[in-house]
């Protein structure tokens, strides 16, 4: 079973390790059952698994209020260029760190290894969530309709009571989730 989405630092496919999910302040190595640990190179975090969306100035304490489910750039098919969209998450996750909302992510891939229902499912039940930010990946594409609508439908069935929110680009995640959350 996958773990449940924390905090992530966008990383290309040869640098990730599994995708369990915890980020943990550092503290000598360790095994947790299920999930290979390694040290995240110029960061004091010891980083679990492939779903951790973690800046470092990010306060990891913080209580996490919403879920921004959407398309892991690295793991879209195709001839392009991922480092923009993955550099544009972290910024547009900063903005949740300077205004004290703690987020996480759940990051869904197009290459086929994930089981989106599995994944996405135990990412809306790790927390009571406020908000659950969907990305523009998932509904600005004709192509990912089906995905959409199991990612909008598994919200309304494991997160009733959160609101949902669109951000127009990410960097404007955090404006779609505020207008949502007290």
């Not at 449940?4 to 369990?20: G, I, K, N, Q, Y």
């Not at 915890?22 to 390694?38: D, F, H, S």
């Amino acid at each position: 079973m996958r773990g449940c989405p924390r905090r992530r630092t966008l990383r290309p496919p040869e640098d990730r390790v599994d995708r369990a999910a915890r980020v943990l302040p550092l503290t000598p190595a360790r095994r947790v059952v299920g999930t290979n640990e390694w040290l995240a190179a110029g960061r004091d975090l010891l980083i679990h698994g492939l779903f951790d969306a973690y800046r470092p100035d990010m306060d990891t304490t913080a209580s996490p209020r919403v879920l921004v489910i959407g398309l892991d750039p690295y793991r879209v098919p195709g001839p392009w260029d991922p480092e923009p969209v993955a550099k544009a998450i972290e910024a547009g996750l900063t903005k949740f760190a300077e205004h004290g909302v703690g987020v996480e992510t759940c990051l869904i891939g197009l290459d086929g290894s994930d089981d989106v229902e599995a994944l996405v499912g135990n990412a809306l039940r790790a927390h009571p969530w406020e908000c659950v930010t969907v990305g523009g990946g998932l509904r600005h594409s004709d192509d990912q309709v089906e995905l959409l609508e199991q990612v909008i439908n598994l919200v309304r069935r494991h997160a009733p009571d959160a609101a949902i929110a669109f951000n127009s680009t990410p960097a404007t995640t955090y404006e779609a989730a505020a207008r949502w959350i007290e």
